[in-house]
């Protein structure tokens, strides 16, 4: 089975529990956070800045979780997850590896497999962001992935033409994050 997990800061904990509509799994004092404000290249991970801060885990069921935690930061400034992947891993050995004091990214990928930082922005000066770890190349499922949203968001701007409340968005903006 494939195991994720989605860590988001516990500033929008009780905005996810309503829209996940149920308790996190468990709250640890490790989020990853990444400068969005780059010029050109992303910064390269290996080492990176782990702030011990307060976040909350998901387990992902399915894509409409992942959809529901993004919109839980949606209305701050800036936010961020963090998506974990890995196969039959353990929540307790997933803590322990990201509450390391000298974290290393490799260890987090031996552990987990696939590691995703994702940054929101929604003011400006703020941009998007978007790094990936894999100890694979995964160039291939990248590629593939860029040619989905793209298709998704063409979709997205025809039937924008057509919307005229919130009510007929919401599943506009759904069909954007899950596809289906």
Known sequence: KN????????SECSHAMAWVERDPDYNARWFYSIDSLFETEPPVVVKGEFEKKECVFWELEDSDDLFCLQAAGIGDVSTGMNILAGNDVDPGRIN????????????????????????????????????????????????ELEFEFKRRIA???????TVETVEEWIPTIRLLATGS
């Open 3 to 10: 195991f994720r997990y989605c860590a988001i800061g516990s």
């Open 96 to 143: 322990s590896v990201l509450s390391n004091p000298n974290i290393d990214m490799h260890k987090v990928l031996d552990e987990m497999g696939l590691f995703v930082a994702t940054t929101y922005g929604f003011d400006m000066g703020y941009y998007n962001g978007l790094t990936i770890k894999s100890p694979v190349c995964i160039d291939e499922q990248i590629t």
């Open 155 to 161: 979709e997205y701007d025809y039937l924008m033409g």
